[in-house]
DNA sequence: CGGGCATGTGAAAACTCCGTGAAATCACCG
DNA sequence: CGGTGATTTCACGGAGTTTTCACATGCCCG
């Protein structure tokens, strides 16, 4: 766990470092924005504290410049009431926020809720992109241009099945063997239907399932 | 540093003592899981040493029969290659594993960071929040809009491992091998009836858990 | 350009699965 | 060994999903 302390007090740098230290972490320190975005060009961290109001570049901007390069969750410190409201006036790509006077314990635990959240989102891995069509496999989401589209049980294992299948002409047979399962009897033109269902809700995107005359249907970019 | 070592093998607990007690810990000795059960009932140990295989009760299920009442590290001691797999197939709750022939200065290191890292988890104090949704890991506490609700073991257990998976689609087998256990043999129904009760408890936050048809569950926010 | 065949579409029927409540069983504690 | 609370099983009802089917549309080839 190695965690960067930005802060122009060295009291409160010293504090917070104690404190990641005495469980387990490892932690650096700037003392203002610029040097915390030049660290964080070099080192990669876990976690980033980072108070608002420091001299030469503050919280905010520093938070947006690194957002530039790194995904690393920002907690931001921040010493005022009108400042939290800042927080949520504009979109700062912070992960949390604690007002001081803070307790220690308090900002461990948002330390690891962050972190928690961060290595959830690296490690949930499948994700298939086209264009604007994103389907995220370990959430069970499909998302046509960023907005979240919902699929019968049916649809969704289609879908995946054909984008599993990228480029590959498929029968209604296959289809039928792979998707409904190999012991089911019906109509094959079950299949036609449930295509059918799926590019409604894919919208502009039903361009990728194309039909194949005679044979079946293919998934294609 | 106390330390208890579980293995049938003579040689082996007199090894590992003399190592525990040569960094001036203290160590006791079990020769199976039944005594090793008991005497964890009776005392509170920083870190567990335990073989797989041993007569009366294996390794695996003194590890699940002590995880109900005592989240003490533990470090399973494998003989075998296959063993090492099972760790693996199986979630059993212990927290690393030596094959053997190990090294003791090796296991020493271990049995360092396990005690490090439990420590670690007991101070900061593992906190999850979802909105006004809080749980409290250490104190084994939810709370819901800051006032306290009471959940059965189970309830609490599924509610936990939930938050663990957040934004995980869940199948109720899964659910099944990890929180009731890889040895559970019943209906898989009985997820939907402890759903039931645990959205029952939540309130206003029951939103958080949403069903999957023809899957299973999802915690997501 | 039109017949024939394959696919698209809409709606209704059939089915599946989940939420729920209640009863049965289990586990724990005195 | 009885009582209490937790867990598990189970059946019902309804909402949502899948399947079927008839008709509409479109494509290919003669």
């Known amino acids: 766990m190695k965690i960067l302390i930005v802060d122009d007090e060295e009291m409160i740098r010293t504090v917070l470092r104690e404190y990641v230290e005495f469980e387990g972490g ?66 700062i790509g912070s992960d949390d926020y604690v007002t001081k006077p803070f307790s220690p314990k308090e900002v461990m635990a948002r330390i690891h809720a962050v972190i928690r959240r961060s290595k959830a989102k690296m490690s949930s891995g499948e994700i298939y992109e086209f264009e604007g069509l994103k389907i995220d496999v370990t959430g069970r989401n499909v998302y046509v241009d960023g907005e979240k589209i919902e ?25 039928l063997s792979k998707v409904w399962g190999y012991d ?32 079946g249907y293919k998934f294609e970019t």
Do not use: W
């Open 151 to 175: 699929l019968t049980p049916k649809e969704y294992e289609l879908l995946f099945y054909f984008v599993q299948n990228e480029g590959v002409a498929l029968t209604r047979e296959r289809l």
């Open 26 to 91: 490892e932690a650096d320190e700037a003392c203002d924005g610029m040097e915390a975005v030049r660290m964080c060009r070099e080192t990669t961290y876990d976690a980033i504290l980072m108070d608002i109001m420091m001299p030469k570049l503050d919280g905010f901007s520093a938070v947006k410049e690194i957002r530039k390069f790194s995904e690393t969750p920002v907690i931001m410190l921040s010493a005022r009431a009108e400042e939290y409201d800042k927080l949520f006036g504009f979109e």
């Open 184 to 215: 089911f009897y019906g109509d094959d033109r079950t299949v036609d239907t449930h295509v059918k269902m799926l590019r409604g809700n894919l919208k502009e995107y039903r361009k990728f399932i194309v039909t194949l005359r005679g044979l």
